[in-house]
C-alpha cells in the first residue's frame, strides 16, 4: 500500500470533549458479503466510510449486483450477480475479500476468490475455513493462489473447528445459511461483529442461534427476504479512541458505542489509574494521575484484542515502570515497536513478547505505518511526543479509521496531512 501522503501530529496536547464513533469496520466487511445471500434488495445503515468498504463495493458490482453506495449506507440488489469470480486486483485490497467465498458458495455453490491481501501482521491461514467448507458437502481448497469452493447442494453438518477463527466463524456461517438441514458450528468465535452477523442475517429470515457463544446452530432456509438494518458501533475505533485520551492525559466522551464491548480494555485501564465511567451508549475517559506500568495478554473475545495490542502498547511507553506485553494471536504484531524506538521508546521484542521500560517522553520522528492498527499506535505515540511526528503511509490507517484526523482535531489534537513530495 503506497501513499502519496504523509500525516503530520504535533503533539503535547490533552485530548478534551466529545466524539462519536463510526459504525463497525469488522461488522461491515462480514455484512456486505452477506448481501449476496438475500434474494431481493436489502439497505445497510451506518456503515464506516472507509477503504474496506470503498473495495467492497467494487467487489459487488465486480460481480454484477446493482449498488447505490453514499458514505454511511448501502443498498445492494444481488439478483443481478453473474459471475462467482473476484479479481486478483480487488482480492489483494483487502483481508476480508476471502468472506466472499463463503457468501457465493451459499448462493450459487461456486466460488473462485484469489487470496486475500491486507495488512501482513503474521501467518493467517484460512484452512479452517475449508475445512467447514467441506464439513457441509462442498470441494474446498486452493490452487494457484485461487481459493475455491464448488458444491451442486449444501448440506448441514457438524463443523468442528480446531482453533478459535473469526473469519472461519463467518464463512461457515454464510455457507450454511440456505444448506440443507441444520449447520452445527463448535468451538465457535464470540466476538461482537460475529452476533451482529447474524442479527443481520436473521433479519432477513435466516435461522441461526447461538451466535456470541461457542457454539452455533443454523437451519437451512430456501429464501431470504429485503432488510434494512444498521451495523454497531466500531469496537476498536472505540478503544483506540479511549487509549488516546488516556496517553494525552484528556478528558475525552465517546458517544454511540457499546461500553460492555470494551470491558477488557476498560479494565486494564483501570488498572492503570486511568478513570473510566460507562454510561448507556457512552464511555468516558479521565487521565489526571501517573499512570501504572501493566502486563497485557492479547487473547480471543472477550480477552483483550490483538486490534487494540498496537494502541495500548505505544501508551505503555511512557507509563513509569516495567510493562510486558504478551501478543499471542498474530506473530508480526509487534514491528510498530520498531518505530517507536525511533521515538525514544526503551522496547525490548523477544519472540512474541514486549518488554517496554516507560520514559518519560516521547519525541517527534519520520516513521512509517506498517499495517492498520500500527498506525494508529503511530497516531498515539505522535499525540503524546514532544515535537513534530511524521507518518509515512497513513492509507493503511484509512482502510479502518473513518476520518480520524478530523475527529481527533475536534478534541485538540493537532493534526494534518500533506502531500509527499
Known amino acids: 500500500m503506497i501513499s502519496k501522503d504523509r500525516m503530520l501530529i504535533t503533539g503535547g496536547n490533552a485530548l478534551e470533549g466529545s466524539v462519536q464513533v463510526s459504525g463497525g469496520k469488522n461488522t461491515a466487511v462480514a455484512v456486505i458479503p452477506a448481501t449476496l445471500l438475500c434474494d431481493e434488495p436489502c439497505t445497510i445503515e451506518n456503515l464506516p466510510d472507509i477503504e474496506d468498504v470503498h473495495a467492497l463495493v467494487d467487489i459487488l458490482t465486480e460481480l454484477g449486483a446493482k449498488v447505490d453506495y453514499e458514505p454511511g449506507r448501502m443498498t445492494v440488489d444481488p439478483r443481478t450477480v453473474d459471475s462467482h469470480e473476484i479479481s486478483y486486483r480487488n482480492a489483494q485490497r483487502l483481508r476480508a475479500s476471502y468472506y466472499l467465498l463463503g457468501a457465493l458458495l451459499g448462493r450459487c455453490g461456486n466460488a473462485k476468490v484469489p487470496t486475500p491481501g491486507g495488512c501482513e501482521i503474521g501467518s493467517r491461514p484460512v484452512d479452517q475455513h475449508l475445512k467447514g467448507f467441506q464439513a457441509l458437502g462442498a470441494e474446498a481448497g486452493e490452487i494457484g493462489g485461487i481459493l475455491t469452493a464448488k458444491c451442486d447442494a449444501l448440506t448441514g453438518g457438524d463443523v468442528f473447528f480446531d482453533m478459535v477463527t473469526v473469519g472461519g466463524t463467518v464463512n461457515v456461517i454464510l455457507a450454511a445459511v440456505k444448506a440443507r438441514g441444520t449447520t452445527v458450528i463448535y468451538n465457535a468465535a464470540k466476538e461482537p461483529h460475529i452476533v451482529d452477523v447474524a442479527n443481520f442475517l436473521n433479519s432477513m429470515g435466516a435461522r441461526i442461534k447461538g451466535a456470541g457463544t461457542d457454539t452455533i446452530r443454523i437451519r437451512g432456509v430456501q429464501n431470504l427476504h429485503t432488510t434494512t438494518y444498521a451495523v454497531i458501533p466500531d469496537q476498536i475505533e472505540t478503544g483506540t479512541l479511549m487509549i488516546a485520551a488516556a496517553a494525552t492525559g484528556g478528558d475525552v466522551t465517546i458517544n454511540g458505542c457499546i461500553p460492555t464491548h470494551m470491558d477488557a480494555l476498560s479494565a486494564k485501564l483501570l488498572e492503570m489509574g486511568v478513570k473510566v465511567m460507562d454510561y448507556d451508549d457512552a464511555i468516558r475517559v479521565r487521565s489526571i494521575e501517573q499512570r501504572r506500568a501493566i502486563n497485557i495478554k492479547t487473547q480471543v473475545y472477550p480477552g483483550f484484542p490483538t486490534d487494540l495490542q498496537q494502541p495500548m502498547s505505544a501508551l505503555l511507553t511512557t507509563v513509569k515502570g516495567t510493562s510486558i506485553v504478551q501478543e499471542t494471536i498474530f506473530e508480526q504484531r509487534l514491528r510498530h515497536l520498531d518505530e517507536i524506538r525511533r521515538m525514544g521508546a526503551h522496547v525490548r521484542v523477544m519472540d512474541r513478547t514486549a518488554i517496554i521500560e516507560g520514559v518519560p517522553e ?49 478534541l485538540g489534537a493537532v493534526i494534518h496531512r500533506e502531500p509527499v513530495e
Open 362 to 410: 516521547l519525541y517527534g520522528a519520520p516513521v512509517t505505518a506498517t499495517d492498520l492498527r500500527a498506525g494508529a499506535a503511530l497516531i498515539i505515540a505522535g499525540l503524546m511526543a514532544r515535537g513534530v511526528t511524521e507518518i509515512y503511509e497513513p492509507g493503511y490507517i484509512d482502510r479502518g479509521y473513518e476520518h480520524i484526523e478530523d475527529k481527533l482535531r475536534s
